[in-house]
């Protein structure tokens, strides 16, 4: 919209009613004037005429032609007067002007008498009288050359008038016009304005007169509506955006700290809100824990003791309605008479809005938002925390649900790990049980004649009985080595023997024992490895198997040497510390610590995870992935722990940790305080070991002992029927648990059925594993491990008679 | 009944003019109907007609030239409401009671001195041929093929008679010193 076609098309109405209204006017007047002017002319001939008739009428009467003639030529006063004759009472022509016409070129004489136009003239013809006596007939002929140089006149004037008139109404309306178009320019201009720049907040001048007036003003008052509705309508926008905005950065999270951070942030940031937090809701004990705190309004929550974890009570306006799911606002919180606000109030704070988080009308947590100023929340601000809770309350939830899942899925996978790991297991440990009856039935005759040898033949030599020692020794730790290799899964059994043992005198023996391997090994590889002993200068004693935990210290110093190929350092260190206090006031309790350090090639974060899994080796074939695995078990035996602390490329230090010894833990050791007792027994013996069966017997004759082998199940149940048939009964039985036909259980049932009182020692490869999965069979008394220790079957022995008898 | 009058008067004219038309009429035919004429364009000081229907009287003293036509032009015809009648006179003392009086030839002998006065007095409009010195207020003076008229306004003034100033114009007007020439 242009301004010119306003103007244009002004001025053109302007001129067009001026010229339409002039041209009817002269029209009219032309046209009045044209009929008039034919009349008056007319008439003015009929005058002329009446005055020469009567002029004429002596002429006639008197025939005097020079008379009539003088009369006629008196016309010529009249210039649009072109012929006159005079016509005689009988016709005939008497005189003419101009003198000399002929009779053809005259109007005819006959016709009505009167005057009348015809053909652009007007024609008279008039009678000629004097008295009642006509005298003659006077015949008159004039143009309308004055008509027409009237009318020619007249065009020439009007269209002067009509010239000046448009030049009058165009100045006139230009000054006018400016009155009606100026202003609707200007408005025009304005919207103009308005629609190019968006700038609603622009106003049209205020023009005079009162359409104008009413027309400025109205559109005023429109772009008032429309500035506002623009402002609430960009406001709602805006707040649309930062809805879509944070409810999208609160969908990118899952924990609820970073949401509430997310959300107060956006808050602070886009709504310009002074102080934000956010609170969990605790219905049991009715109080607000302080969950969140906006970055900015740190300072703020320090000064009114409203930091991370503070608590807030309940007061019975704002935070009790908030907590009942309403949105609260309280305008001016100074005129609010409760603690809460008023401790908001105290710093600075002036209106306040409290929205609830809440899930299935269960409000969890409080939105907290203020302003400095007063009342300056407005009611779309407050609609769009209510919806923003909504949307933080979901986000919430399913944070949490998020959470749970995370959860419950992590401790399937970890049961299912479990299973896997048990099942491997008790694979292990099944093939491992095969393995170890036999070897344990193989090594028995070993370990009894070596024993009964040591005790029965004082005439040894000493080289001899040095080298019986060593062979019940290693006998010794073939047996627990085996048990162990079954039974490294397994928690701490009530058979493990523990004893109070010096962890420096442990770890020496340990670094003896590997010697060969980061000593000498390694120098024929010409790769040097130093290892440094830090010991505890004070006494470190703990509750243990010794075996075991030599065995474990082993293990490690085999996996630092195995982590250097190198060379480095390996740095093995006790230490004894104080426990860091689970509780306080405890009694502060102390821990002996071992660690072995290397500077090898450490384990990256998956390694350092699995090192403990059985068959997880980093060693290929070298390795059975087992070592750790029994390291692993010795620890959860002993009650110790293990940290593993590894960095690639820096080294790795394995960490045990054990309680120290105490005078309580001492109380727990079994002690084997009952005499033997020096009785003579028969003993029936049923196994299907020959081997077993002959060594058994030669040692438990040789205590005095009268002794009957069977060699097998059946054998043995017979014998002792035989026996008890007889009178010469068995005071106790000692049989073997896996045996082909008829085993161990059959014939301690057979035995019981027979005579209930009697005794049954059985003797098994198997025996931890039935004591551990409480698994004594029914029938039978004790259960003993073999390789049998003729100690420990000598107490056995003497206990169970002991009580029979 | 002034139409029918009209139509008659203009039939009679009719009537009566064709013959001479044909053949050029004479004389005495033409100064008979300028004495009919005369009658309409003079006026008569009131009084001079005892009543509205007083016939206008022509009369004719001494020779009468006309004949009989001046009885056919006035025949019928009325000026004013007027009839029209001709009377003949032997002397001019007897020709009191007529309106316009020819002079013919020995009409106005006797006492020249006196009858002017006294028809001036009586109001009567004298006409005369101009070739006879007379007295008369018009007179007809014969032009080569026309007759021209001769009016003497002082002594028609003296009348109290009102000529028609269409009539003066078609006239020569002379005064009374020269009327006697």
Known sequence: VTATPVRKRLMKMVLLTTGTVLLLALSAFVLYDFFTFRQIATRHLSTVGEVIATNSSAALAFHNKEDAEAVLAAVAAEPSVEVAALYDADGNLFATYPTGLAVSTLPPVSGPDGYSIQNNYVVGRQQVSEGERTMGTLVLRSNLNGLYARLGLYAVVSAVIFVIAGLLAYAISRKLQHQVSGPILALAETARAISVRGDYSVRAEHSAGYEMGLLTETFNHMLTRIEQQHGSLQAHLSRMHLLRHITQAIGERQDLDSIFQVVLQSLEQSLGIDFGCIGQYDATTETITVAKVGGASQKLAIQLGMGEKSRIALDSNGLSRSVKGQLVYEPDILAVPFPFPQRLGSAGLRSLVLAPLNVEHRVFGVLIAARHEKDVFSSPDCEFLKHLCEHVALATQQAQLYGALQQAYDDLRQSQHTVLQQERLRALGQMASGIAHDINNAISPVALYTESLLEREPDLSARARGYLTTIQRAIEDVASTVARMREFYRPRESQLLLARLSVNTLVQQAVELTRPRWSAVPQQKGISIDLQLRLEPKTAEIMGADGEIRDALTNLIFNAVDAMPEGGTITVRTALKEAPAIAPGDASTKQVYIEVTDTGIGMDEETRRRCLEPFFTTKGERGTGLGLAMVYGMIQRHSAELEVISEPGVGTTMRVIFPAYTAIAASEVRVNALPIVERRLRILLVDDDPLLIKSLQDTLEADGHIVTAAHGGQQGIDAFTAAHGSGNRFAIVVTDLGMPHVDGRKVAASIKSISSATPVIMLTGWGQRLVAENDIPPHVNRVLNKPPKLMELRATLAELTAVAG | ?181
Not at chain 2, 36 to 43: D, I
Not at chain 2, 81 to 106: N, Q, S, W, Y
Not at chain 2, 111 to 134: G, I, Y
């Open chain 2, 1 to 181: 009944m002034a139409c029918a009058v009209l139509c008659l008067a203009i039939g009679a004219a009719l009537a009566a003019v064709p013959g001479p038309v044909t053949a050029a009429p004479s004389e005495y035919q033409l100064k008979a109907v300028f004495l009919f004429n005369f009658a309409q364009f003079v006026e008569w000081p009131e009084g001079t007609f005892a009543a509205a229907d007083t016939p206008l009287v022509i009369g004719v003293v001494g020779t009468d030239p006309f004949g009989a036509h001046l009885d056919e032009v006035v025949q019928g015809e009325h000026v004013k409401g007027r009839p029209l009648t001709v009377r003949r006179f032997r002397k001019i003392e007897d020709a009191r009671d007529c309106h316009i009086l020819f002079l013919g030839e020995g009409g106005a002998t006797g006492r020249q001195d006196t009858w002017p006065a006294l028809l001036t007095e009586r109001h009567v409009l004298t006409v005369s041929d101009a070739d006879r010195a007379s007295a008369a207020i018009i007179q007809f003076v014969d032009a080569s093929s026309r007759i021209k008229l001769r009016i003497d306004a002082l002594r028609a003034e003296k009348s109290g008679l009102t000529i028609s100033s269409k009539l003066l114009r078609a006239a020569e007007i002379v005064s009374s010193t020269e009327a006697r020439r």
